[in-house]
């Protein structure tokens, strides 16, 4: 992460605070994209409004953009055009700047680097601003099974796939991409098993593949039961960059289409024809 510390919304740090905060996002960025779906689900829309960053500037980062959506001074960042100027105000900085970005407007500061803490923190302690009926992303009575998923797709998927599509060092890529296609096995079988679907990858897997067994237990139509949660988020926008592009990345040529792993395709297709899970930014950066 490009900051220090990234910091929370807990009690003694950050406070939860409507209009105070501005996030900075691309939607091209999978790790962006994740917490663009838990705004618009939870209602925080208005609450949280979004910088959008469309590509890179002249200096190799994100670049901001002005009120008419070109490449320009952010008003709302203090005229800033590149996401690096916002970076630069902030203690213990070190580049390069990511997105998604957190920036205290009072400070202009980045307060919140981590796309997973926010995703968190959106779902749990902003919940006295979520909309009237917004789902529950973390509940309670699976906090054990969406720990579990949340650790183990971010080991084996979310930076699998970065490393896969990133890395300069070919053993390295391949091993990675590796970790990723049998990692879509497990869940394919997984999801098989619970919806009485053929679980067509089981045959290939060793018990040393699977999660923890508070994952593999939650397991019904979503990952941690009938309804998705913030673990869904997590892989759904991971499979969405392997799907629309990202696979064409991968050592030894194009990956598998999704559609290679009937359950984890039933399970994406079903969420990606959900309100709230593609927004507009999203579908114009992934040519759907």
Known sequence: MAIAHSHRFTDGDLPVEAGRYRLVASASCPWSRRVLIARRLLGLTEAIPVSWSYGRGADGFWELTGPDGEPGPDPALGGATSIAEVYAGTPGYTPPPTVPALVDTTTGQVV???????????????????????????????????????????????????????????????AAANGVLVAFDVIDTLLARATKMEASREAALTVQDAPPLSAVVSVEQFLCGAAPTGSDIRLFTTVQAYEYGGRAYYPGGEAPSIAFWPALARWFRALEGRAGWVGTEERSALGL
């Open 112 to 174: 919140s680097d981590d796309s997973g803490d926010l995703l968190f923190d959106l779902a749990t302690a902003w919940k006295p601003l979520h909309r009237a009926g917004a789902p529950d992303l973390y509940p309670l009575n699976r906090r054990n099974s969406t720990d579990a998923w949340d650790k183990w797709i971010g080991e084996h998927i979310n930076q699998g796939h970065a490393v896969a599509t990133h890395s300069k060092d070919p053993e390295e890529a391949t």
